[in-house]
């Protein structure tokens, strides 16, 4: 039993690279960490920049209001379209 913690330890210390050549298969985690870290700022810093006015229903609004200036709907179909709309709401 000893003998092998000595052939270990020797083996070891003659090991180059990242936590003297324990690293094994394990090497490839510390980019992955690194790449997940920096997508999650990224997403962060995307999803802090939106408008929490930004929703559907005021997307469906602005192209109703888009299409009523265009001429493409009347006054009516306006007025109804809009309080369906906001009935969603």
């Known amino acids: 039993m000893n003998s092998m913690i000595q052939e270990t330890a020797a083996w070891a210390a003659n090991q180059t690279g990242w936590a003297g050549g324990w ?3 394990w090497w490839f985690l510390i980019p992955l960490l690194w790449i997940a ?10 999803r802090s920049r939106r408008s929490p006015r930004d929703t559907p229903l005021d997307r ?4 109703l209001a888009a299409r009523f200036a265009r001429g493409e709907i009347e006054t009516d179909e306006y ?11």
């Open 23 to 25: 690293a094994g298969p």
């Open 37 to 46: 870290l920096l997508a999650s700022i990224v997403w962060l810093v995307i």
């Open 79 to 89: 007025r109804r379209r809009l309080d369906e709309i906001r009935g969603q709401s």
């Open 60 to 63: 469906a609004i602005e192209i």
